[in-house]
DNA sequence: AATAGCTTTGCAAACGTTTGCACAAATGTT
DNA sequence: AACATTTGTGCAAACGTTTGCAAAGCTATT
């Protein structure tokens, strides 16, 4: 079928182009009875405007890109949510772009976006990531740009991130009150400085108390966080307490602790960072610092939008990070 | 900073808009010097195509349009994943809109993708869905449409499925095996043909069997899914085995089970149609069948691309599922 | 020296919108 | 009856590409 155009609908009713487009869009120069002969024509041939000759004509697009190393996981997938529900609710579309942890494909991912004039990015670096030039090139065409969760160092972009010092911070202190002295701390990937920041707070704040003995671990997935927590019951003297920095480092901690048969809170406490998910599905439910995908997505088109309507400045915002007590601790 | 086009670009250079449209194709008619000319000119000022303009003047779009009723989840994060993956490798990009499971959302969902004039769509039904004009519509404009999951019942559209039928009957044969004489069996939502197939698969195992106790239960969550199993146990004869038909039962089911401390598989059985994450969180890990996200958006891709390329006849597909045992049965 | 045949480039139309401006017809004012 | 105003509509340009066709400047052939 041939698809209808404004063009259509003015030979059929004998009316130009521009009064179509005009009685379409209600405009108040066109006649009553004109407009109600349009849009009944354009209802009934199911005319929808072509969007691509709007943009070309309006140089401008409703659409944003979003770059993200992986969609499945617990954490990206809620973020993306949160922005599609945004992106509808305010009529823009959502390009999505996987990065898949590679620099290269990255690149090209921000051509894509460039070449369909996003009107805004959302990105996640990559670990890989080393220069910031192809993003840069946003900021020149004052595209805003908006990073989230695994952002730059430099003060000179928007960054929207998980209050990583203040969760860490939260957990250690937790694990102090409940008066834990033998902790094992299982963080992740050691390069990535939402790690750093992470240990740095958690251990300043069990670093004060002399009688505490800590061990501290770091890994790259599930499998080797059970692997650290077998190891470590294997010891004569085994943990009080284990610290989770990640989702992915509980899963590997509780499929230890169960095949071990160690019972929770009774022999050991657990306390992990997490989006909420997996520790309620856990008996007893984990003890948790939620580190929510969706909060963060919310935040992060909020603070998108404010930069659409012509806020300038770059900032640093981040979400809350309430604890959720379940029966581990 | 000022977008560049091909118009700028032959301003500076003193040649025409179209010797440069041609030089940065590389066409033949146009002398090296001034291929070399432009490419250097155009890479120096990061010359990005503008890909309304093309599309318009193409009258074609390399969009998919994606609709699924939740990003965020065990199962469509892979399909998305799968689509995006292949998207990237065929030069499509990729719009994703959620329905969640709201018919009117739908709606909109299709009115979108037709003003974006995608080149093709994915599309998982609501459970609210009642007619498919709207969907008909891709139909008539010749706009290939593939449903994937939860599909119609018709047989003029192409769909993409889980083999529900093989891989009920599948856990059903392996309760008989395993003789597993009294069986609770929950669903999902009773309107899905997913769940009506899933469904009589199962029972025409099951009742082949005289001496078999059957207990059917439908459930929308993982909390109705947790209650249904604490009925049935406060019972004076429990079940012996557990069928889950999906992920999100399975989590309720898991729970209950751990809340009252039955040890599996020795107290009771499970089995579980799963994407394949949760069942190996769990200890003993749960035997299931799987029903992979993942491969089911590399199939449905493929069949877009056939239906891209001019295949004309629906069909309907299924992916494989195989059964991989874990310790719950 | 005239013609034919390349090589290289430019012109102009088209894709589907929107919108400033002009204009015609109808109405209102003196 | 002449003019001013309002109401409704159309013209044409622009957005950034691509592409069929024409044409200009060559070289080669006769």
Redo the contacts between chains.
């Keep these: 079928?041939e698809?209808i155009t404004l063009k259509k609908i003015s030979e059929v009713l004998g009316l130009s182009i521009s009064t179509i487009s005009r009685a379409l869009k209600n405009h108040p120069d066109i006649s009553e009875n004109t407009k109600r002969r349009v849009h009944e024509l354009a209802d009934a041939l199911?005319y929808?405007?072509?969007?691509?000759?709007i943009?070309?004509r309006a140089?401008k697009?409703r659409v944003f890109g979003l770059i993200v190393p992986?969609?499945?996981?617990f954490f990206y997938?809620?973020f993306?949510?949160a922005i599609?529900?945004e992106c509808?609710a305010n009529a823009y579309?959502?390009?999505?772009?996987?990065s898949s942890n590679d620099a290269a494909?990255e690149i090209?991912s921000l051509?894509?976006c460039?070449?369909?004039?996003v009107c805004g990015l959302f990105a996640c670096l990559t670990t890989e990531t080393k220069s910031l030039v192809a993003f840069d090139?946003f900021n020149?065409?004052?595209i805003p740009l908006v990073f989230f969760d695994k952002v730059p160092e430099e003060t000179k972009y928007n960054k929207i991130c998980i209050a990583d010092e203040k969760a860490a911070k939260q957990a250690a202190e937790l694990l102090q009150k409940n008066n834990k002295k033998h902790i094992l701390a299982i963080f992740g990937n050691e390069n990535l400085s939402i790690t750093r920041t992470r240990f740095k707070a958690f251990q300043k704040v069990i670093s004060t108390e002399k009688d505490v003995t800590i061990y501290n671990e770091y890994c790259n997935d599930s499998d080797i966080a059970k692997k650290i927590t077998k190891k470590h019951f294997a010891k004569k003297e085994t943990p009080a307490a284990i610290f989770c920095m990640s989702d992915d480092i509980l899963?590997g901690v509780?499929?230890c602790l169960?095949?071990l048969k160690i019972s929770i809170p009774s022999e050991v406490a657990v306390i992990a960072l997490s989006d909420g998910f997996?520790p309620k599905?856990?008996?007893p439910e984990i003890t948790y610092i939620e580190t929510s995908g969706y909060k963060l997505g919310k935040l992060s088109f909020t603070k998108m939008l404010s930069c659409i309507n012509g806020n300038t400045d770059t900032e640093e915002l981040f979400i809350t990070t309430p604890l959720v007590k379940g029966g581990s601790l």
């Design positions: 079928m698809t199911d929808e405007p072509n969007i691509n000759a943009n070309l140089k697009n992986s969609i499945s996981g997938d809620s993306i949510s599609e529900e509808r579309s959502l390009m999505i772009l996987q494909i090209n051509h894509i460039r070449q369909n004039r090139k020149e065409a004052d899963i509780m499929k169960n095949e997996l599905i856990y008996t």
